[in-house]
């Protein structure tokens, strides 16, 4: 079984202020992807990247993915109240038919 | 197009009943998932479907069972609810690629 590990757990911060969360695995993913879940829904895709050292923006969410492809990175700058949730990576080891997720980092932007 | 959708929202059961959880996909997907999520944490794959009359085995199936007669279509069945069964249960469908799409969830408390 494959393990992804997110960090940090849990993250609590104010608005305007940055924040990277991380993703590591000892395993090689043949791609990687970001969801974000709102309370009392189901998660929702934010991004996918594929190749190793890419690195993808999402408006202020900058993606990138490890050069080695165990491991990724999300980076959030001047986080807003939008952007609380609980922030899951998913790692597809191949034919992306299966996906391993990761443990989670629920985070809170307060005003 | 509904996306996925599942029923119940909600359930309370006593340990040792048995329920069925539904899961529809209107996106003509070959591929569904099925999912469980405790407070806070990742999703771990219970099992999961690459066509109608295909399931296997994820990463946590004990104490469930799956079958999948049509495409649309994807039930869990829970066999003698356990405390420990006690999780918030999603349902994804996927047309073979990366993305999944999450229906909303069913809240099951096993007492």
């Known amino acids: 079984t494959q393990l992804l590990e997110q960090s940090p757990q849990f993250l609590s911060i104010q608005e305007g202020e940055n924040l990277t969360v991380y993703c590591n695995s000892s395993?090689?993913?043949?791609?990687l992807q970001w969801y974000r879940q709102e309370p009392g829904e189901g998660p929702v895709l934010l991004v996918t990247v594929v190749t190793g050292g890419e690195v993808k923006k999402l408006k202020r969410l900058t993606f990138q993915f490890g050069d080695a492809r165990k491991d990724s990175s999300l980076h959030i700058t001047a986080a807003q109240p939008g952007d609380t949730g609980l922030y899951l990576c998913a790692g597809d080891t191949g034919g992306g038919n299966k996906l391993t997720f990761g443990t989670g980092t629920q985070l809170k932007v307060e005003l | 197009n509904a996306g996925v959708t599942q029923t119940p929202k909600f359930h309370i059961l006593k340990i040792g009943q048995s329920m069925t959880l539904q899961c529809t996909q209107d996106?003509?997907?070959?591929?569904m998932y099925w999912y469980r999520q405790d407070p806070g944490m990742g999703l771990k794959l219970i099992y999961y479907s690459v066509g109608a009359g295909i399931t296997d085995k994820g990463e946590v199936p004990n104490g469930y069972n799956v079958s999948r007669s049509t495409t649309e279509d994807f039930p869990l069945r829970l066999e003698l609810a356990a405390p420990s069964q006690t999780s918030v249960y999603f349902c994804?469908?996927?047309?073979?690629?990366?993305?999944?799409?999450f229906g909303p969830g069913t809240r099951l408390t096993v007492l």
């Open positions: 994804a469908s996927s047309k073979g690629g990366n993305t999944q799409y």
């Open positions: 996106m003509n997907h070959n591929y």
């Open positions: 395993s090689v993913f043949s791609s």
